[in-house]
DNA sequence: AGATCGATGCTCT
DNA sequence: GAGCATCGATCTG
């Protein structure tokens, strides 16, 4: 990370939106639009999938063996990105919950592409492929949000503060969202009974079906355990 | 449609 | 040196 994005600070309704439990922001975050803005252009993606963590309790969490250089954003305030390179070849972009030590964040698996869709495009199809990609393929997976973003390390520790990116909370809470297991994930940290903390909108797109979860009530009487089916 | 596997490099032990 | 919060092409049934 660098000091010149560290400069910003993100709003402070945006900072309480996301300085909460992790798996409080998750539902509530999903169709939030999140967009960075570049000399290249803007995109935006409308979050239809996201992934908890909590390097306090989830072996599946960066920082469930403390602090790193790797995962120190994580641990750092709300509303700033936690961005990672994995298998060599992808970025993840994370937003940073819970309040500053607290090292849990959602990560960010696939969204509808909203704006600039043709400079999402032109990043995705920087290496050639042999098929077409649909529109609603663009976003589809967390190392093609990142590709879209064009995302690398250089955006770890980023602040939402609306300079080069924003993020826009949802005006309410969608009425379909799933959740299930993680995806990739092994080990403890793979348990459905304890960390189905993957939650989506139903009927997206830019999910893939075979992947869908369970049905999340949202009521005041339910919890997430009790809703597993 | 599902399983398998190669690509590719950073991070931590 | 092992493992990895993946992707997408290529197998197989």
Same mark, same amino acid.
């Given at each position: 990370?660098?000091?010149?994005?560290?400069?910003?600070?993100?709003?402070?309704?945006?900072?309480?939106?996301?300085?909460?439990?992790?798996?409080?922001?998750?539902?509530?975050?999903?169709?939030?639009?999140?967009?960075?803005?570049?000399?290249?252009?803007?995109?935006?993606?409308?979050?239809?999938?996201?992934?908890?963590?909590?390097?306090?309790?989830?072996?599946?969490?960066?920082?469930?063996?403390?602090?790193?250089?790797?995962?120190?954003?994580?641990?750092?305030?709300?509303?700033?990105?936690?961005?990672?390179?994995?298998?060599?070849?992808?970025?993840?972009?994370?937003?940073?919950?819970?309040?500053?030590?607290?090292?849990?964040?959602?990560?960010?698996? %696939?969204?509808?592409?909203?704006? =600039?869709? @043709?400079?999402?495009? !032109?990043? #995705?199809? +920087?290496?050639? $492929?042999?098929?077409?990609?649909?529109?609603?393929?663009?976003?589809?997976?967390?190392?093609?949000?990142?590709?879209?973003?064009?995302?690398?390390?250089?955006?770890?520790?980023?602040?939402?503060?609306?300079?080069?990116?924003?993020?826009?909370?949802?005006?309410?809470?969608?009425?379909?969202?799933?959740?299930?297991?993680?995806?990739?994930?092994?080990?403890?940290?793979?348990?459905?009974?304890?960390? %189905?903390?993957?939650?989506?909108? =139903?009927? @997206?797109?830019?999910? !893939?079906? #075979?992947? +869908?979860?369970? $049905?999340?009530?949202?009521?005041?009487?339910?919890?997430?355990?009790?809703?597993?089916?």
């Amino acid at each position: 990370m660098t000091d010149a994005l560290l400069t910003g600070t993100p709003d402070p309704a945006l900072v309480d939106f996301f300085d909460r439990p992790v798996l409080d922001v998750a539902p509530l975050v999903l169709g939030a639009v999140l967009s960075r803005s570049t000399d290249a252009g803007r995109v935006a993606i409308r979050i239809t999938e996201v992934e908890a963590y909590d390097g306090r309790t989830d072996p599946a969490s960066h920082a469930y063996r403390g602090r790193t250089a790797r995962n120190a954003s994580m641990f750092g305030p709300p509303a700033h990105l936690y961005c990672y390179f994995i298998y060599g070849i992808h970025h993840s972009l994370n937003l940073v919950c819970g309040p500053t030590g607290t090292p849990t964040g959602l990560l960010v698996r %696939a969204g509808e592409v909203v704006e =600039g869709v @043709e400079l999402a495009r !032109s990043r #995705r199809e +920087a290496k050639p $492929r042999k098929h077409p990609l649909p529109d609603a393929g663009l976003a589809r997976g967390p190392g093609c949000v990142a590709s879209c973003f064009d995302a690398d390390l250089s955006q770890d520790g980023a602040p939402l503060d609306g300079r080069e990116w924003s993020l826009t909370p949802p005006a309410a809470p969608s009425a379909d969202i799933r959740f299930g297991p993680r995806i990739g994930v092994r080990g403890e940290g793979a348990d459905p009974q304890r960390f %189905a903390w993957r939650f989506h909108l =139903g009927g @997206e797109p830019s999910v !893939s079906a #075979r992947k +869908a979860g369970n $049905r999340l009530d949202l009521g005041e009487n339910s919890s997430i355990d009790s809703t597993l089916t």
